[in-house]
Each structure stands twice: as structure tokens, then as C-alpha cells.
């Protein structure tokens, strides 16, 4: 278990990102919504949020996320819905450290959610199980139980239903985030979308690695995506993660990858992180599995 801060300094937990290692569609739900088969796997590389307890219950986050207003930062929404699961006046200041891109696909919102649950979960000493925060992160969006379970996983339904896969390989990525913003209501939406792979089991889906099948309409709407892909595409196979809209590589090393990277354009925005089965928010409140 996390150490409590001690004096009520701040206790501080990534957010890590993830990646979307394959998503197939499989089809779409009579709510609109589609069902997936994806394989989430953290890196070791994402935000941090800070966290010091208040007795008044009051919210505090800094910065502000522009373009996102206080109660809709996913921060903010999570602690709102802990408030709720206690009759005590629970407040924290809370300081983010925003690395990742949004829109990117890297799940930064819902992993900030998460640690969000976790923290809190922590420091109001509300002693939640992981089922029952996987449950309240489930309501801030589709991607949020993985993180709040730390677990590399395979996920079926909408990204809910989760089987974890310790057995995945850790390699290192180079990840380049193309400086577009993809909206992913447009993707799920678009006519052209592959929406009837056929479901496969897990082992196949370690075994043959799958593709994203988002990625074609991705770098159609947006060819920026599609250019990002060709070029890294010359140097190691390349795929897009979530609805993008970044892209990634694998690597055996992390100087195989620094050195891809440095041979990228200067304009393209890039980070080189290490594939983790276990999220690095998990190994700082829980301790390595
Ligand atoms: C597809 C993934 C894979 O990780 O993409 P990324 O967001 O990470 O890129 C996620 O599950 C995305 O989940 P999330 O980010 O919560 O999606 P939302 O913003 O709620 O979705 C925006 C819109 O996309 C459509 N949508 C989303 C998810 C889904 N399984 N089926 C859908 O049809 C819906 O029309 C929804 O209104
Ligand atoms: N703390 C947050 N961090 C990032 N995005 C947030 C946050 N709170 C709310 N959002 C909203 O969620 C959207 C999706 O963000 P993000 O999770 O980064 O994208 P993606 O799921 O594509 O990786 C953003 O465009 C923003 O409007």
C-alpha cells in the first residue's frame, strides 16, 4: 500500500499513457456505440498529478487545462463522484503535470481520471475495491477501467470487459503524435469504417499482433496521420493507437529507438518510453508485482 504523505505534503502519482497494441471492430451496439477487441499496454511515460488532503471540502486543480472548464476536466469529474461515496467534507488541492497530448489517443484524460481514483481512494482512506472504482470510472468514459486496474489487458465490449495479459513483451517505443486532433465520434461514425472483424481469442490476438482498424479512415480525414505512418513506417513497422492520432513503433532497445527518433524531422513531436504490463501508478501506491 502507498505511504500515506506525511504532514499532509503531496502525494504524487503518474498518469501513465497507453497503447493501443491492435483494436478490431467487431460491431456496433444498438446504443450507438461500437464493441472493440484491443490490447492496452501503459508506457512509462505520461502526466503526474499531485495531491495534499483539505478537511473543508473544497477542489482545487492547477493548472487549468485550456479549452477544458473545471468541472469538465475528467480530474475533477472523478473526485466529484468520490466526494459522493462519503459523508465526510473530503477536499485536496491537486497539481497537474500535463505531458501528454489530447485527442492523441495515448488516454491521457481517462488515465488522469484514474489516478484520480486511485489517489483519492488513498488519501480519504475511503477503502474502495479496484471493482468498485473500475465501476465509478467506467461513468467518465470507456478507457478509464484499465487504467484503474493497472493490468496490460485484452478488452472486448466497449473496452470494459478486461482479461489482463502479464505475458505481454516490454519493448521500447518511439511514439510520434502528429499535431492534428482526430475526434473520435467522427471515426465511429464514418461510413467507411471496418466494423465486422471477426472476433478472435487472445492467444491469436498475441499471437498474429492484429491491426487498428480505425487506422485507414484516420489517414484518409486526417493525412498527416497517414504521412507520420509512411515515414516512420521506412524505419520499423508502424501502427496508429486508439482513434489516433499518434503513431508508434516497437523497439528492442531504448537506443535503437533514441536513434530513429533522431533521424525524425525536428518538427515532430516525440517521446521514447518503455511498454509496462503493470501502470506505473499501481507500482508507486501499491508497490512492483
Ligand atoms: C477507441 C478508443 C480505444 O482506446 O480510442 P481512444 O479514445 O483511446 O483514441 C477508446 O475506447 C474511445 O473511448 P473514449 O475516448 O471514452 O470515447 P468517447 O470520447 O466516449 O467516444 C466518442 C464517440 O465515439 C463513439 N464510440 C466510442 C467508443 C466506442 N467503443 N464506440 C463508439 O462508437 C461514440 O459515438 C462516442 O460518442
Ligand atoms: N484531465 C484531462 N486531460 C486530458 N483531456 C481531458 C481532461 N479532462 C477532460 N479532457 C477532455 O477529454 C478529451 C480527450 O482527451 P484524451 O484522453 O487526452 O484523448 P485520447 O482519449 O484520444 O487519448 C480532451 O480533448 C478534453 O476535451
Request: aromatic share 0%.
Given at each position: 500500500m502507498a505511504e500515506l504523505p506525511e504532514h499532509n505534503s503531496w502525494l504524487s502519482v503518474p498518469a501513465p499513457a497507453k497503447l493501443n497494441l491492435m483494436l478490431h471492430i467487431t460491431g456496433r451496439r444498438d446504443d450507438g456505440y461500437h464493441n472493440l477487441q484491443t490490447l492496452f499496454q501503459f508506457v512509462d511515460y505520461g502526466d503526474e498529478l499531485h495531491f495534499k488532503l483539505r478537511n473543508d471540502g473544497e477542489l482545487t486543480l492547477t493548472p487549468a487545462i485550456e479549452g477544458v472548464s473545471f468541472e469538465d476536466n475528467l480530474i475533477i469529474r472523478a473526485a466529484r463522484l468520490l466526494q459522493k461515496k462519503s459523508e465526510k467534507k473530503l477536499g485536496a488541492d491537486i497539481r497537474l503535470d500535463k505531458k501528454l497530448p489530447m485527442g492523441?489517443?495515448?488516454?491521457g484524460g481517462s488515465s488522469d481520471a484514474a489516478t484520480t481514483l486511485l489517489a483519492l481512494n488513498t488519501l480519504w482512506d475511503l477503502q474502495l475495491s479496484l471493482d468498485e472504482l473500475a465501476a465509478i470510472g467506467l461513468s467518465l468514459g470507456a478507457d478509464v477501467p484499465v487504467f484503474v486496474r493497472g493490468e496490460a489487458a485484452f478488452a472486448e465490449g466497449v473496452g470494459e470487459i478486461l482479461t489482463p495479459v502479464p505475458e505481454l513483451a516490454e519493448p521500447w517505443y518511439l511514439v510520434v503524435c502528429p499535431q492534428v486532433h482526430v475526434n473520435t465520434g467522427k471515426i465511429f461514425s464514418?461510413?467507411?469504417?471496418?466494423?465486422d472483424s471477426d472476433p478472435i481469442n487472445i492467444r491469436t490476438a498475441l499471437r498474429q499482433g492484429g491491426r487498428n482498424d480505425c487506422q485507414a479512415i484516420v489517414s484518409m480525414l486526417y493525412p498527416e496521420v497517414g504521412n507520420t505512418l509512411n515515414l516512420l513506417n521506412k524505419f520499423s513497422f508502424a501502427k496508429m493507437t486508439g482513434t489516433g492520432a499518434c503513431i508508434f513503433s516497437s523497439f528492442g532497445s531504448e537506443t535503437e529507438a533514441i536513434s530513429v527518433s533522431a533521424q525524425l524531422p525536428a518538427e515532430y513531436k516525440v517521446f521514447v518510453a518503455k511498454g509496462v504490463n503493470q501502470s506505473p501508478a499501481h507500482k508507486v501506491l501499491f508497490g512492483p508485482s
Open positions: 492523441g489517443g495515448l488516454g464514418h461510413e467507411g469504417l471496418t466494423r
